[in-house]
C-alpha cells in the first residue's frame, strides 16, 4: 500500500460503518492497538546531517531499515538519536520516499553509489517513480555496459589450463596477450600493405624501352610481381588456415564477414592459378582481380576505427537508404525535365533520360564537370533551377535529415523502451495486488488457526507479527467479507485466490455443493473447514515461510458425521505439500514431510468419502477425487 | 510555391495562439482550499486538537490543493481493495461526504463525516448509514438504490470469491435487508424503520463500534 494512502486507512475503516446496517453476520474483532503511543518525532542523524521525520511516517514501509527494528541496532544512547554513517544527499531522497510514496533518482549521482544506498536502506529500486526510471535504467544500464568491457579487459589474464587451439585464437584476436602474436599482427600488417601497394604499383607505366609503347610495370617485370604476389597470397593463406583451425566455432568462423574478406582476397590468385592460358574467361580473370583491392579491407583487423565506421554504417541503413531514395526522387524528376527541355536541341548530349542522370547528379551536387551543357534556354532555365534546388536538396536536409533520423531513431528505441517498461511496470503493480490479497489471505488463514489453537496453544511463534497497519488492512477486508451473504444465509462470501476461484468456477458448473464457513465459531456448531482452497498447485509463494501451512481443523467432533477419527496428534505440513496431502486417500501412506517447522497440536479428523448428506452443518467437498485429509505427526 | 505554403501556414498558426494561451490560463490556477481554524474544527467535531492535526497532516500529504475530487477519492479507495472494483461504492460514499455538494469534499466535510462515524453516537451513525443508502435524499430507501449499494459493495469483493458471485446475489440479500427493515412493508424503508430496525439487532448494535478506537 502506498504510503500517503495508509494515512486514509482511518476513513477507509470509519466508512465501513456504512456496511453494518447491511450485514448480517457478526463482524470480526479489531486488532488491539497494544502500545499506542502519540506519534512522536524521531532524529535521523546522517553523518553529521539531522533529519526529522514522525514515526509513523517511517513505519508505513514496515520491510525496510528504517521502518522495521533494524534500525535500533543505529540508536545511540547518549545523543538519543539514530546515526547513519551514510552519505546525507543521497539520504535525502530515501527520506522523501517515506514521506512521499515515491522514490526519486537524482541525476547527479552516481548510479552505483544510489544503487548501494538503497541495498543499505532495504528499498528494492524497482519502486522508483516513472519520472525517474528512464534515467536510472539508462544510467545502469551504461555502467553495466562499462563494467563488461572492463571485465573483458580483465580476461586478458592467461587462464591455467588452455589448449594450445584456444591459446592460439586468443592471440589472434588479442594481439597484445603475447610477443608471438605481436609479431604476427605485424607481420600480417605488413604483408597486407605490401600486397596492396604492389596491386597499385602494377598499374603505374614503368620506364619504356626507347622503341616500345609505354608498359605498365606489371607487364613489364612480370615475374617479380608474380612471386610478390604469391607470398603474399602464401602468407594470407597461412594465416586465413591457422585461424580455421583455432576458430572455437568454425562454421560460425567461416560466416563472419572478416573470413569473407580474407577468402575473396586470396581467391582471384588461385582461380588465376587454375585457368592460365584460357582465352576465354581471360576477361573474367582481368575482373577477379579487382577483386583483390579487398585486400585492404583486411586492415580492418588492425583498425578499430574502421570496425566502427562498418558498424555504424550498418546501424543506420535505413536513414541512408531514405536519403538515397528521396535524392534518387530529385535526381529523376531533374533528368526527366531537362531531357524533354533539350530534347529540340540539335547535338543534344541528353540522348535519353538515363543520360541526363549524369547531368542532374553533376548539377545537383554543384559540381559542374561540363561535358553535359544544356543549350537551349528552356534547357539553361531547368538548369539553372536544377542547381540552385540541388545546393537546397542536398546540402540542407543533409544535416537535417541526419539529425531527424538520429532523434526518430532513438524515439522509436524509447517507444521500445517505454512498452517493455511499461509492461514491467504493469507487472509491478500486479504483483503488489496479488501481494496485498495473498497477504491477507495468509493472515486470515493465520488468524483461523490461531482461532482453532485456541485450546491447545503451544507455540506462539507461529503468529508472524504483521504490523498494525496490514491487521488493520486485513481486519477491514475481513469486515467486507462478511458484509457479503450467500444463499444459505449461513456462510458469506470470501476473498480467494484465482487459482481456487477458477476451479471452484468450473465446478460450480458441475455440482451445486453447499458453501462452507470459515469461520471457526461455532454459532451453528458447524465446522469450520478452512480448507476451502483444493487447488493442486500454489501459484505465488507466499511471503511468510515460516508461517504454517493452513489446516482443516475441527474443534469438535460432530454427530452427523461418521467414520470420524480422531488424531491427537497433529503435523502441520507447509503449504506446499499440504495441497497433494489433501487429496491424498486415507489408505495412502503419506509422507510424513519433516521439513515443517512448527508443532502444535490439534484435533482434526478424516471424514469419510463423499458425504452425501448435507444435512446439517457439515459440508464436505463432494469431488469425487477431494479428500479433506491433513497427515499429522508430532514432530 | 513550396516556400509560398510555407509561409502561409506559418502566418495561421500564429493567429490560432492568442485565443488558446487565455484558457490556458484560467485553467492553471489551481484549485486551493484552506480550511477554517483549528479552534473552529475543535468546537464542531469531537476530535481532540492533537488528533485533527494528525488527521490534517495525513490529508494534506495526499491532497496538497487541501480538497479531494471524486477522482482522487476514488484512486485512494480503490487502494484498499485491490481484487475488485471500488469505484462505485467510493462514488457513494463521496456524496455522503460531499455535504455541500459542490463536487469536492474539503477538510472540514472529510473530518465531520469522521467525527460522526468515529465518536458519534449510534443513532448518529445510523443516521449517516441511512443518508448513504439514500441514493437521491428524499427521505426513503427505495429497492432500487439499496440495490445500486448492494451491487456496490458486491463488486468490490471482485471476481475471485467463494462461492462464485451470481447475477441474483446481490438482489437477494436487498430481499433479506427489507425483509428485515421494512415494516409496514410498503416497499420503502423510512428512517425510523430503519433505526428501530438497527436497534433491535444486537449484531448491527455491536458492529457499530466497532471502530472507535481507529484513531
Known amino acids: ?635 | 510555391m513550396g516556400a509560398l505554403m510555407v509561409i502561409f501556414s506559418l502566418q495561421t498558426k500564429q493567429r490560432r495562439k492568442p485565443t488558446d494561451s487565455v484558457e490556458d490560463e484560467l485553467e492553471l490556477s489551481a484549485v486551493r482550499h484552506r480550511p477554517e481554524g483549528l479552534e473552529q474544527l475543535e468546537a464542531q467535531t469531537r476530535f481532540s486538537r492533537k488528533e485533527l492535526q494528525i488527521l490534517y497532516r495525513g490529508f494534506k500529504n495526499e491532497c496538497p490543493s487541501g480538497v479531494v475530487n471524486e477522482e482522487t477519492f476514488k484512486d485512494i479507495y480503490a487502494q484498499f481493495f485491490p481484487q475488485g472494483d471500488a469505484s462505485t461504492y467510493a462514488h457513494f460514499l463521496f456524496n455522503a461526504f460531499d455535504n455541500d455538494h459542490n463536487g469536492s469534499v474539503s477538510f472540514e466535510d472529510f473530518v465531520m463525516g469522521l467525527s460522526i462515524l468515529l465518536r458519534g453516537t449510534v443513532q448518529e451513525k445510523l443516521i449517516w448509514a441511512f443518508n448513504l443508502y439514500d441514493i437521491n435524499k428524499d427521505g426513503y430507501i427505495t429497492k432500487e438504490e439499496m440495490l445500486d449499494i448492494m451491487k456496490a459493495i458486491y463488486d468490490m469483493m471482485g471476481k475471485c470469491t467463494y462461492p462464485v458471485l451470481k447475477e441474483e446475489t446481490p438482489r437477494q440479500h436487498v430481499e433479506v435487508f427489507f425483509q428485515k427493515m421494512d415494516k409496514n412493508k410498503d416497499g420503502v424503508v423510512t428512517i425510523d424503520e430503519f433505526i428501530d430496525c438497527c436497534q433491535n439487532d444486537e449484531n448491527i448494535m455491536r458492529s457499530m463500534h466497532l471502530f472507535e478506537n481507529v484513531l
Open chain 1, 1 to 635: 500500500m502506498a504510503a500517503g494512502v495508509a494515512a486514509w486507512l482511518p476513513f477507509a475503516r470509519a466508512a465501513a460503518i456504512g456496511w453494518m446496517p447491511v450485514a448480517n453476520l457478526p463482524m470480526p474483532v479489531a486488532p488491539a492497538e497494544k502500545n499506542k503511543r502519540q506519534d512522536e518525532l524521531i532524529v535521523l542523524n546522517v553523518s553529521g546531517r539531522r533529519f526529522q521525520t514522525w514515526r509513523n511516517t517511517l513505519d508505513r514501509y514496515p520491510d525496510t531499515l528504517l521502518g522495521s527494528s533494524e534500525k535500533e541496532f543505529f540508536y545511540n544512547e547518549d545523543t538519543k538519536e539514530y546515526f547513519f554513517d551514510r552519505d546525507p544527499d543521497v539520504f535525502r531522497s530515501v527520506l522523501n520516499f517515506y514521506r512521499t510514496g515515491k522514490l526519486h533518482y537524482p541525476r547527479y549521482e552516481c548510479i552505483s553509489s544510489y544503487d548501494e544506498e538503497l541495498a543499505f536502506f532495504g528499498i528494492v529500486p524497482e519502486i522508483i517513480g516513472d519520472c525517474c526510471y528512464e534515467e536510472y535504467k539508462d544510467r545502469k544500464r551504461e555502467n553495466a555496459e562499462r563494467l563488461m568491457d572492463d571485465q573483458e579487459d580483465n580476461k586478458d589474464a592467461k587462464l591455467p589450463n588452455m589448449t594450445f587451439r584456444e591459446t592460439m585464437w586468443r592471440a589472434f584476436e588479442n594481439p597484445h596477450t603475447s610477443t608471438m602474436a605481436l609479431v604476427f599482427y605485424y607481420v600480417t600488417g605488413f604483408f597486407i600493405a605490401v600486397s596492396v601497394i604492389t596491386n597499385v604499383v602494377e598499374t603505374v607505366p614503368c620506364g619504356s624501352a626507347p622503341n616500345q609503347k609505354e608498359v605498365p610495370c606489371g607487364e613489364r617485370y612480370t615475374v617479380a610481381f608474380f612471386c610478390m604476389d604469391t607470398a603474399c597470397v602464401m602468407i594470407f593463406t597461412v594465416e586465413y588456415l591457422m585461424r580455421l583451425f583455432a576458430a572455437p566455432n568454425r562454421y560460425r568462423f567461416m560466416r563472419s564477414v572478416m573470413s569473407i574478406i580474407d577468402v575473396v582476397a586470396i581467391l582471384p590468385y588461385y582461380i588465376g592459378l587454375v585457368m592460365t592460358d584460357n582465352e576465354d574467361v581471360s576477361g573474367a580473370f582481368v575482373t577477379l582481380r579487382v577483386f583483390r583491392v579487398f585486400r585492404i579491407f583486411k586492415f580492418s583487423r588492425h583498425s578499430q576505427g574502421l570496425r566502427i565506421l562498418g558498424y555504424t554504417l550498418k546501424s543506420c541503413a535505413s536513414e541512408l537508404g531514405f536519403l538515397l531514395f528521396s535524392l534518387t526522387m530529385a535526381i529523376i524528376i531533374f533528368a526527366t525535365v531537362m531531357f524533354y527541355a533539350e530534347k529540340g536541341s540539335s547535338s543534344s548530349k541528353f540522348t535519353s533520360i538515363p543520360a541526363s542522370f549524369w547531368y542532374t547528379i553533376v548539377t545537383m551536387t554543384t559540381l559542374g564537370y561540363g561535358d553535359m551543357v544544356p543549350k537551349t534556354i528552356a534547357g539553361k532555365i531547368f538548369g539553372s533551377i536544377c542547381s540552385l534546388s540541388g545546393v537546397l536538396v542536398i546540402a540542407l536536409p543533409v544535416p537535417v535529415i541526419v539529425s531527424n533520423f538520429s532523434r526518430i531513431y532513438h524515439q522509436n528505441q524509447r517507444a521500445d523502451k517505454r512498452r517493455a517498461q511499461k509492461k514491467a511496470r504493469l507487472a509491478r503493480i500486479r504483483l503488489s495486488k496479488t501481494g496485498s490479497s495473498n497477504a491477507f489471505l495468509h493472515s486470515k488463514r493465520n488468524g483461523l488457526f490461531n482461532e482453532a489453537l485456541e485450546l491447545t496453544v503451544k507455540e506462539h511463534r507461529l503468529r508472524k507479527s504483521t504490523s498494525l497497519i496490514e491487521s488493520q488492512h486485513h481486519h477491514l477486508l475481513h469486515c467486507l467479507e462478511k458484509t457479503t451473504v450467500s444463499r444459505n444465509k449461513h456462510f458469506n462470501h470470501e476473498f480467494v485466490d484465482e487459482q481456487y476461484y477458477q476451479q471452484s468456477y468450473l465446478e460450480a458448473g458441475l455440482q451445486n455443493y453447499p458453501s462452507r464457513s470459515p469461520s471457526l465459531s461455532s454459532q451453528e456448531g458447524m465446522t469450520g473447514t478452512c480448507c476451502t482452497r483444493r487447488s493442486k498447485k500454489h501459484h505465488s509463494p507466499l511471503p511468510n515461510a515460516s508461517a504454517p501451512a493452513h489446516m482443516q481443523p475441527l474443534t469438535h467432533t460432530h454427530p452427523h458425521k461418521q467414520g470420524l477419527q480422531e488424531l491427537s496428534t497433529i503435523h502441520i505440513q507447509p503449504l506446499s505439500t499440504s495441497r497433494s496431502s489433501l487429496n491424498m486417500r486415507i489408505d495412502e501412506p503419506a509422507p510424513l514431510n519433516c521439513q515443517s517447522s512448527q508443532i502444535t497440536t490439534a484435533v482434526i479428523s478424516i471424514p469419510t468419502p463423499p458425504v452425501t448428506t448435507p444435512e446439517g452443518d457439515a459440508h464436505l467437498p463432494a469431488g469425487p477425487a477431494h479428500q479433506n485429509v491433513v497427515k499429522v505427526s508430532a514432530l
